[in-house]
């Protein structure tokens, strides 16, 4: 079992990862590299909160999603599959999540790597306040989605807390929102899933070995 050891800080990763596919990896993996992070800790949603209308709830359960998680981490030491929020019943807020992290890992600063998409949502999310008092916030580009789509309350967020420099982001414990590197990974699960069930390809969006997982398990025929 892989367990997080060095002090200079760790990323979180969250997702419903229905299914995990190269984009989070490549990201996370850019994020990590750029940051210097020990690791990056992969934490699949139970009930992921914004996706619980009938077509977005997920397809695979959440094992299945973790299980796929898992086998998406093997090949990297630092990538870790934490399974906390399978544990906890009800919508898997990330402030619950972040909280329990600091308490674990008090020494540690949190970065918590989200695609624009996710930017976009952000000020509806639960306490979305007391998240930037737990972690800093590091936002990679994603195709189709633009800074410019933000509403007036992201702004607001961005002009207090936005930081352009890893230095300047590096002093602070908690509260700054860093934008990553632009690098486009033009993946997404909603495409991998409408070709899987059309029997087109994916290898080039997924690890062989969540194919293989994704086939034996007959999921999103
Ligand atoms: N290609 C990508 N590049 C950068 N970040 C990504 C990419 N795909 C997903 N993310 C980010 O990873 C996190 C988890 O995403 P999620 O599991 O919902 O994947 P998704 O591809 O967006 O899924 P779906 O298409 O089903 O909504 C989110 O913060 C999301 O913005
Ligand atoms: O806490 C919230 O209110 C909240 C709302 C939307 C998304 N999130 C988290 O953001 C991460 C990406 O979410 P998603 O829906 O794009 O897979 C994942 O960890 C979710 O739990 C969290």
């Given amino acids: 079992m892989?367990?997080?050891?060095?002090?200079?800080?760790?990323?979180?990763?969250?997702g419903t990862f229905d299914p995990i596919h190269n984009g989070h990896i490549q990201s996370a993996k850019m994020v990590s590299d750029w940051l210097g992070l020990?690791?990056?800790?992969?934490?699949?949603?139970h009930i992921p909160p914004h996706?619980?209308?009938?077509?977005?709830?997920p397809h695979a359960s959440a094992t299945q999603r973790a299980t796929m998680v898992s086998l998406a981490c093997q090949?990297?030491?630092?990538?870790?599959?934490?399974?906390?929020?399978?544990?906890?019943?009800g919508?898997?807020?990330?402030v619950d999540t972040l909280k329990a992290l600091?308490?674990?890992?008090?020494?540690?600063?949190?970065?918590?790597?989200?695609?624009?998409?996710?930017?976009?949502?952000f000020t509806q999310w639960h306490q979305y306040?007391?998240?930037l008092t737990l972690c800093h916030l590091v936002v990679n580009t994603r195709p189709n989605y633009d800074i410019s789509q933000v509403n007036q309350a992201t702004k607001t967020l961005l002009e207090n807390h936005q930081v352009d420099s890893v230095t300047i982001l590096k002093q602070q414990k908690n509260g700054a929102i860093?934008?990553?590197?632009?690098?486009?990974?033009?993946?997404?699960?909603?495409q991998i899933r409408a070709n899987l069930c059309q029997q087109q390809c994916c290898k080039s969006s997924l690890s062989p070995l969540i194919l293989d997982f994704i086939n034996k398990n007959q999921l999103y025929r």
């Fill in 2 to 14: 892989k367990t997080p050891l060095e002090k200079n800080g760790i990323g979180i990763f969250g």
């Fill in 38 to 45: 020990a690791n990056v800790l992969f934490i699949p949603a």
């Fill in 51 to 57: 996706k619980t209308q009938a077509h977005t709830i």
């Fill in 75 to 89: 090949p990297f030491p630092q990538f870790i599959c934490d399974k906390r929020e399978l544990t906890r019943s």
């Fill in 91 to 94: 919508h898997s807020y990330s």
């Fill in 102 to 121: 600091k308490a674990e890992y008090p020494e540690q600063t949190l970065y918590f790597i989200i695609g624009m998409d996710s930017l976009l949502t």
């Fill in 129 to 131: 306040q007391d998240i």
């Fill in 178 to 190: 860093i934008f990553a590197p632009p690098v486009h990974f033009d993946i997404s699960s909603t």
